[in-house]
C-alpha cells in the first residue's frame, strides 16, 4: 500500500481547501532549517501579535532589524517559495513573543490545539492557513498522530477541547531549539509547562488567505491598512480561553509597533 510522505501530505494540506477529514491522516510538521543567530534570539524583543507583513501581490515590509528575525523570515520565505506556488497571493503576519516564563506556567496558550480553524464565518472554504514556528527553549510539542474531527459540529463544538481528549503525548515530540518548522492547520501542537524560570522567545510566521483584522494585532507602519478591525466575538456556549486563538495569554499585544 503507498503511504505518502509527510512531506507530501503538508504539500496536498496548503493546497486543497479546508477539510476535517484531514485531521485523521498522522502528519508530522516539516523541518525547514536551524537558526544561527542564537545569541540574537535572547536579545531583547519588541512582541507583535499577528502583525501584518505582507498583502497579497506585495512586497515584504518587516519593521525589525533584528538579526534573528530577519533570519527566521529569509529562511521561512525561502522555504515557502518552494512549497506553494501561489505563495505571492496570501497574506503575511509575524507573531515575535518573548516574555519570562514561570515554573509550572506554559508561554503561550495552554492546552493541545491547532492554528487555522475555518468555522461558520468561513461558508466556502479556503485553502488552509500554514505557520512556520522556532523558539529559543520550550520547543513546541508536536502530536503525530491522526485526530478524529470529522464528527464534530463548527457551530456547535469546541473544537480543542474535544481533540485535546484524543492527544497522546507518547505519540508526541518536541525539535531542538532554534529549528524553524512548518506547520498547516490540521497540526495539534501544545505549548510545554516550564519546570524552571526561562525568557523565551517565540517566533512565528504565518501564511493565510484571511485578513486578521481583530481588535488587538499588532500595527505595521510599513504597511498600513484601511480595515476595520473588530472583537472576535467567542460564542457564549464555547469556552473563550479554549477558542481564544492568539496564543497571547491575557496580555494584551502593542496596537501599534514601536521599536
Known amino acids: 500500500m503507498y503511504l505518502p510522505s509527510h512531506h507530501q501530505i503538508a504539500l496536498e494540506d496548503i493546497s486543497t481547501r479546508w477539510n476535517p477529514e484531514r485531521f485523521a491522516i498522522a502528519r508530522q510538521p516539516q523541518y525547514v532549517g ?11 524583543k519588541v512582541s507583535c501579535l499577528d502583525m501584518l507583513i505582507k498583502k497579497p501581490g506585495g512586497p515584504f515590509k518587516i519593521p525589525y532589524s533584528s538579526p534573528s528575525i530577519l533570519e527566521f523570515a529569509h529562511r521561512c520565505l525561502a ?3 518552494m512549497v506553494n506556488p ?20 506554559t508561554h503561550r496558550r495552554e492546552g493541545v490545539h491547532f492554528d487555522g ?21 520550550l520547543p513546541t510539542r508536536f502530536y ?12 456547535y463544538d469546541n473544537w480543542y477541547v474535544e481533540m485535546g481528549k484524543q492527544a497522546l503525548k507518547r505519540l508526541s515530540f518536541q ?11 490540521y497540526q495539534l501542537h501544545e505549548s510545554v509547562v516550564a519546570t524552571r524560570r526561562v525568557k523565551r522567545t517565540f517566533m512565528r510566521l504565518e501564511f493565510t488567505l484571511k485578513q ?4 488587538g494585532n499588532t500595527l505595521n507602519p510599513l504597511l498600513m491598512v484601511n480595515w476595520t478591525f473588530i472583537d472576535r466575538e467567542i460564542p457564549m456556549h ?12 491575557g496580555q494584551m499585544p502593542l496596537r501599534f509597533w514601536t521599536q
Not at 39 to 44: E, G, I, L, R, V
Not at 86 to 96: F, G, Q
Open 34 to 44: 536551524r537558526l544561527t543567530r542564537y545569541a540574537d534570539m535572547a536579545q531583547p
Open 79 to 81: 522555504y515557502e517559495r
Open 175 to 185: 525539535p531542538c531549539p532554534f529549528d524553524i518548522f512548518l506547520m498547516t492547520a
Open 86 to 105: 501561489n505563495w505571492h497571493r496570501y497574506y503575511a503576519y509575524l507573531t515575535v513573543d518573548q516574555r519570562t516564563v514561570s515554573p509550572g506556567l
Open 238 to 249: 464555547l469556552s473563550s480561553d479554549s477558542l481564544n486563538d492568539t496564543g497571547w495569554d
Open 117 to 137: 480553524m475555518q468555522g461558520v464565518a468561513y461558508g466556502q472554504k479556503l485553502p488552509v492557513c500554514h505557520s512556520y514556528v522556532v523558539s529559543n527553549t
Open 212 to 215: 486578521y483584522n481583530r481588535i
Open 144 to 155: 503525530v498522530h491522526p485526530f478524529g474531527a470529522s464528527h464534530l459540529d463548527e457551530q
